[in-house]
């Protein structure tokens, strides 16, 4: 690559995209890489502040940013994603092919974002995408790097991609339905529609409902029988307090589930229990605020679910950071800072 007139340079082959800038009008590449300039370009040329121009001069030892973007991107690629269409301003994207839970690998894209000279850059990770979310993109900051710093980033990440698109699948639910107030009929369920209304959100359907008053054992023989008729998760509303009457979360650990969490750094959600029972079914008790909230902590669990992506507690810890739903007027999630801790 060398550095010539602009006015010197019909012949020659432009080494990067140039974009043109117009505003309210376009921001796009007006010649691509590859491009020979012709005597007509150079006052095209000169409108966008191109005095001087690197054309190409092929030097071993270098990659051109075109180049350097697709090794990136093999070190992000995996199953379930998509490449742009083309490399624009040395820049490549991924999209997803699919509804899925998005995953990074946060410490090793650290790394690779630390190296200089190139970045990676994501949307969050343990979040629910839909298919045809742009996923991250990828590129180099100049216009050539050296063959050996790429290849020490590659050696860096090793084999495994840096991120994971895991795919959401249609699941069989059972929702238990628990209180004196809605079993004896003092007040309306309002509770399941909720929740039925977010299943379907991911072509997931209710196979199993039960609606008990407040005793533990009859709960724990329902969250069994759920289980032994085909849910693949159950769904326990209702009974979430430390009040003396919620018997909710005694009647799931007397299942022999594996209690993951009882707390949730969330607002709303604090009072989420998270479970599993026979080693990978998940058992969960639902916050009264699920009834109500636009958005809670069930909102950030269930597409990990849905995607058998087993939730850790540690990660659950993490969501204290990013864990304050804002209640905004116009709610934008997931496209908001609600739930981005983890």
Known sequence: MKLIKTEDAVGCVLCHDLTQIIKGVTKDAVFRKGHIVREEDIPVLLSIGKDNLYVWEADPKLLHENE???????????????????????????TAAYDGVFKVDSERLRLVNGFGQLMIATRHGNTAVKKGDKLAGMRIIPLVIEKEKMQ???????????LELVPIKRKRAAIITTGNEVFYGRIKDTFTPVVEAKLAEYGSEVIFKRVLGDDHVQITAAIKEAVERGADFVLCTGGMSVDPDDKTPLAIKNTGAEIVSYGAPVLPGAMFLLSYYQENIPVVGLPGCVMYAKRTVFDLVLPRLLADDRVTAEELAALGEGGLCLGCEHCTYPNCGFGKGW
């Open 68 to 94: 350097a973007a697709v090794l990136l991107c093999e070190l992000c690629e995996n199953e379930g994603m998509l490449r742009s269409a083309e490399i624009k301003e040395g820049k490549i994207e991924l």
């Open 152 to 162: 020490a980033v590659k050696e860096l990440c090793g084999a495994k991609p840096l």
